[in-house]
C-alpha cells in the first residue's frame, strides 16, 4: 500500500485542479512591505488577528467544502497561524501567522514572499485560507478509506507529531501549529534545491578578482533550510533565502518536489506533484545552479567530440546533490551518526569522490557563485519498464505509463510489453494534440472531470482518437462538437451476421455487441482466432477459456457498439462445446457495468416479436 495513500500530491495540472477547488472565504488584504534583510529571514507572513478571524470564521455560511475548511483552519485559530493562499489560485502557500502590530485588512509579507507570490506591495489581493485538497491524489489513491489506513493515518500522525515535538525549537512552534491546521495534509518524500549567491552578479564580480567560488557546506545549508522550513508548504519554484554564518545570503529554488517515493510514482497514475509539507522525514537533495551562459557553454563542449571528459565532469558537478534528512539538522542525531556510517559504506563501495571536486567542477561551480562541498548524488533512478516511450510525428517524446494507454487499442502490443526495457511507439498525432489527448486519459483513468477542449482542437483530437483505437475520445469529441450520432445501438441477430458478412468483426458476448475489426492486428491471441472461431455465435465461453487474467475485460469497453435485442438472443449459437461459467458471468458483469444504462432502456422498450432483420435496430443512445 502506499505510504502516502491519503495524503497525496496536488496533482493533475496545478492550474486546473486550483480552478476547480473552492477555497472558502476570499478576504481581501492589502501587501505591506517587509524588509528581511532587516527584520529576519524566513518568518511567517503578518496580519491583524480580526483579519485572521475573518479567515478562518466569516463563512459559516459556506459550501460544505469550505466548512470543512473552517474546522481544519480553526485549530490554527487557537495559535494564530495558519496557511493562506492568494484565492486566485496560487502554488506558493504562505505560513501567517496574527501579530496586533499590523493593521487590520492588510498582510506583511517580505520581498521573498512577493516574489513567490508575484505580489505588489501597496496593492490588495484577495486570500483565502489554504487546504490541501486530498481528493486530488492519484486514482490509486482515491479508494475510500478502510479501517487499516485510518488507523495508520493516525498512528503516522502521532508520529509526526512525536517526531514534530522533538524537532520543535522555539522558532519553529508556530509552523508545527499551522501545519496541525490542515490535518498534515501532505508531507514530501523528498525535495530538490537549487543553490546561489542571492547577490550574485556583486559577488561573482569580487569573486572574479578573487577566482574562486564560495564554498558552502552542503550539510549546513540543508540543516539552516530545514530549520527554516520544516512545517511548511513548499513549492516547485518557490525561492527560500538561506544564511549560513559566515557566508553570503543563499538563494535556494525548489527545482522538483515528490509526496511519493520513487517506487510508489512508477505505480502512481497521474502522478504531477508541485508542493507539499516538509516534515523531518522529508529527503533534501541539494545543487548549484548553473547560469545561462555556463549552460551555453556547457551545451557547445557537449557538441565537441573531443572535448567529451571535460563537459562530463561540468555535469558531474551539476550533478552534486546533497541527500539529508531533516531530521539529521541536529548534527548529534542518531539518524545523522547512522546516516553518515551509511554514507561512509557507500563510498568506500562506490569510490564515490567527494568534497574535492574536479577542476573543470570548480570553475563551473565557480561561475554560479557556489561551491557545495560535502555534496552527494541522489541514486540513479532504474530504467522504467511500465512506461511506453511515445514519438508523435513532429518528433517530441512522451514516456507515458502503461496503465494510462490502455485504452488505446492500438497501442495494445506496446502496452502489453513485458520485456526488460520500455517499448518505443510512433503515432501520427502532434506534440500539442497528444498532451491534450494525455490530459483526457488521465482525467478518465483517475474518473474526474474530463477537460472541456476549445472547438478548434475538437478535429485534431478526434482524429488522434481514432489512430489510437481511442474511442472514449472519439465519442467525447463528437459530444463537443454537438454532432453525436446515436453510438450505441441495439441489433438483431441478423443485423450481426449481416456486418460480418460485409467483413466487419463483431461479436457477442453475453448479449453485448463488440466491434473488434479494426484491433484484430493487436489481439495478444493473434489475428486469426478471433474470426475463425467467434463470428455469429455468442463467445462467452471462448472468452473465459482462453483468458487467464482478467485484463482482456478491461478492453471490452473499447469495442462496445450496443446491445443484441432481448428477444434474439435464445436464437444465438453457443459457441463452445459448453456454456461460460455462471462465475465467469458474473465477473463479467461486474466489469461491465457500463452497460447498464443500455439494459434499462432495452428493458423499458416493447418488445420485439420476430426477427425481422434490422427490424430491431433503434437509436438507444
Ligand atoms: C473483446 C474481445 C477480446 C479481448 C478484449 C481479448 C483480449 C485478450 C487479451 C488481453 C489477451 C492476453 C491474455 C489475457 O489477458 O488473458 C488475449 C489472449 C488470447 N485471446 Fe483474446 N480477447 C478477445 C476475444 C477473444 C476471442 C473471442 C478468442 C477466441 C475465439 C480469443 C482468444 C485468445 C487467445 C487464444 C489468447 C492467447 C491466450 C494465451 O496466450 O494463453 N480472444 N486476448
Redesign the pocket.
Known amino acids: 500500500m502506499p505510504k502516502h495513500k491519503k495524503n497525496g500530491p496536488l496533482s493533475l495540472q496545478g492550474a486546473v485542479k486550483k480552478q476547480l477547488f473552492k477555497s472558502g472565504v476570499e478576504l481581501p488584504l492589502k501587501v505591506l512591505h517587509r524588509d528581511s534583510a532587516a527584520a529576519g529571514r524566513g518568518l511567517p507572513a503578518y496580519l491583524h488577528p480580526s483579519s485572521l478571524q475573518q479567515l478562518l470564521h466569516d463563512g459559516a455560511a459556506a459550501e460544505p467544502q469550505a466548512q470543512e475548511q473552517q474546522s481544519s483552519g480553526s485549530s490554527a485559530a487557537g495559535s494564530s497561524a495558519l496557511f493562506l493562499q492568494l484565492a486566485s489560485g496560487s502554488d506558493c502557500v504562505l505560513h501567517a501567522r496574527a501579530c496586533a502590530d499590523v493593521a487590520p485588512g492588510s498582510i506583511q509579507l517580505d520581498e521573498v514572499q512577493q516574489a513567490n507570490l508575484r505580489l505588489c506591495a501597496g496593492e490588495v489581493y484577495k486570500f483565502s485560507v489554504f487546504q490541501h485538497d486530498s481528493s486530488a491524489a492519484g486514482a490509486d489513491d482515491a479508494a475510500a478509506s478502510s479501517e487499516e489506513e485510518d488507523q495508520q493515518q493516525q498512528q503516522q500522525q502521532q508520529q509526526a507529531e512525536q517526531s514534530m515535538q522533538e524537532a520543535a525549537d522555539d522558532s519553529n512552534e508556530d509552523m508545527e501549529d499551522a501545519a496541525a491546521a490542515v490535518d498534515m495534509p501532505f508531507e514530501l518524500t523528498d525535495l530538490d534545491c537549487e543553490v546561489r549567491l542571492l547577490h550574485a552578479q556583486q559577488q561573482q564580480q569580487q569573486q572574479q578578482q578573487q577566482q574562486q567560488a564560495v564554498q558552502v557546506d552542503a550539510v549546513a545549508l540543508t540543516r539552516a533550510f530545514c530549520k527554516q522550513c520544516c512545517w511548511r508548504v513548499l513549492a516547485v519554484n518557490e525561492y527560500v533565502v538561506a544564511e549560513i554564518p559566515g557566508l553570503p545570503p543563499l538563494l535556494l529554488r525548489i527545482t522538483a518536489a515528490n509526496t511519493l517515493t520513487a517506487e510508489e510514482q512508477q505505480e502512481a497514475l497521474g502522478y504531477h506533484c508541485f508542493r507539499g509539507l516538509l516534515t523531518p522525514d522529508t529527503t533534501v537533495y541539494m545543487t548549484t545552479a548553473l547560469s545561462q551562459q555556463q549552460q551555453q557553454q556547457q551545451q557547445q563542449q557537449q557538441q565537441q567530440p573531443g572535448d567529451v571528459a571535460d563537459s562530463a565532469a561540468v555535469t558531474a558537478t551539476q550533478q552534486q546533490l546533497l541527500q539529508l534528512s531533516v531530521a539529521d539538522a541536529n548534527p548529534n542525531s542518531a539518524a545523522l551518526q547512522q546516516q553518515q556510517q551509511q554514507q561512509q559504506q557507500h563510498d568506500a563501495a562506490a569510490h564515490v569522490t567527494k568534497v574535492t571536486p574536479p577542476v573543470q567542477s570548480r570553475v563551473a561551480a565557480a561561475a554560479a557563485g557556489v561551491q557545495l562541498l560535502n555534496a552527494v548524488s541522489r541514486a540513479a533512478a532504474p530504467p522504467a519498464t511500465n512506461v511506453v516511450h511515445v514519438y508523435t510525428n513532429d518528433g517530441e517524446w512522451f514516456p507515458v505509463k502503461k496503465k494510462l494507454l490502455r485504452p488505446c487499442i492500438a497501442l ?1 502490443k506496446a502496452v ?1 510489453d513485458s520485456g526488460d526495457s520500455a517499448p518505443t511507439v510512433h503515432v501520427d498525432v502532434d506534440t500539442l494534440t497528444f498532451d491534450r489527448l494525455l490530459i483526457f486519459l488521465e482525467a478518465q483513468a483517475l474518473q474526474r472531470q474530463l477537460p472541456g477542449f476549445a472547438i478548434h482542437y475538437l478535429d485534431d483530437l478526434q482524429r488522434a482518437g481514432e489512430q489510437l483505437g481511442l474511442r472514449s475520445l472519439q465519442e467525447y469529441c463528437a459530444h463537443l462538437k454537438g454532432t453525436r450520432q446515436a453510438a450505441l445501438g441495439v441489433y438483431s441477430f441478423a443485423d450481426v451476421q449481416r456486418a460480418n458478412a460485409s467483413g466487419k468483426v463483431w ?1 457477442l ?1 453475453d448479449g453485448m455487441v ?1 466491434d ?1 475489426g479494426r484491433w484484430l492486428p493487436e ?4 489475428a486469426a ?2 474470426p ?3 463470428l455469429n455465435c455468442d ?1 462467452s465461453r ?2 473465459e477459456m ?4 482478467r ?2 475485460f478491461l ?2 469497453a473499447e ?1 462496445y457498439i450496443g446491445e443484441l435485442v432481448p428477444e434474439d438472443l435464445p436464437h444465438v449459437p453457443l ?1 463452445g462445446k459448453q456454456p461460460p461459467s455462471s462465475d465467469f458471468l458474473m465477473q463479467l458483469r461486474e466489469y461491465t457495468a457500463f452497460r447498464q444504462p443500455m439494459l434499462a432502456q432495452l428493458a423499458q422498450r416493447a418488445p420485439v416479436t420476430h426477427l425481422g432483420a434490422g427490424k430491431a435496430r433503434s437509436a438507444a443512445a
Open positions: 495494445t502489453r461479436l458476448l463488440l473488434v489481439h495478444p491471441g493473434g482466432i478471433i475463425a472461431q467467434s463467445c471462448f472468452f482462453y483468458h487467464a487474467s485484463e482482456s478492453y471490452i469495442f459457441g
